[in-house]
């Protein structure tokens, strides 16, 4: 199955948003070069512009975002256990993540692998909203909404 994926460069380490569609395979390598270099960014979807799931890591950690749509932002949540907080790249800026967004890379890594074997991101996981609350000089700033139980993604 062909999927397109943009990603952190392992030559600059900068995020490289040129889209590329290949096999799931080649998206491994990528990742896998990514992980020697201890940390990477990608998005990852399908043939459609939506849902695209997004994955942040670094030494070992992860964060996984689904955009469901151009308004939907969602992250995926676990009660893992952790309450560890982490620093973690979305796109080329660091951005600090608590649990239970914080997950361990190689389950994440697994996630993300499902959903470009065509899994629902339904059945991924529990998904929490984000909901942008305004504007400052520093940015935009979200709530995070959970929500219990499924989304209807109908």
Do not use: K
Request: negative net charge; glycine residues 8%; charged residues 25%.
């Amino acid at each position: 199955m062909n999927v397109t994926w943009a990603a952190t460069s392992p030559t600059t380490g900068r995020f490289d948003a040129l889209e590329r569609t290949t096999d799931v395979a080649d998206l491994a390598r990528r990742v896998g070069e990514l992980r020697l270099r201890g940390n990477g960014y990608l998005e990852v979807r399908a043939v459609d512009d939506f849902p695209v799931l997004t994955l942040g890591f670094h030494e070992g950690v992860a964060v996984v975002h689904l955009f469901r749509d151009a308004e939907t932002v969602c992250l995926l949540a676990e009660a893992t256990g952790r309450t560890d907080s982490a620093m973690l790249p979305v796109m080329d800026d660091w951005t600090e993540f608590r649990a239970p967004f914080v997950h361990d890379l190689d389950h994440a890594w697994e996630l993300v692998q499902q959903f470009s074997d065509g899994i629902d991101v339904a059945r991924l996981g529990s998904w929490s909203a984000l909901q942008p609350v305004g504007r400052n000089d520093e940015g935009p700033h979200v709530r995070i909404v959970v929500r219990v139980g499924p989304f209807d993604w109908r």
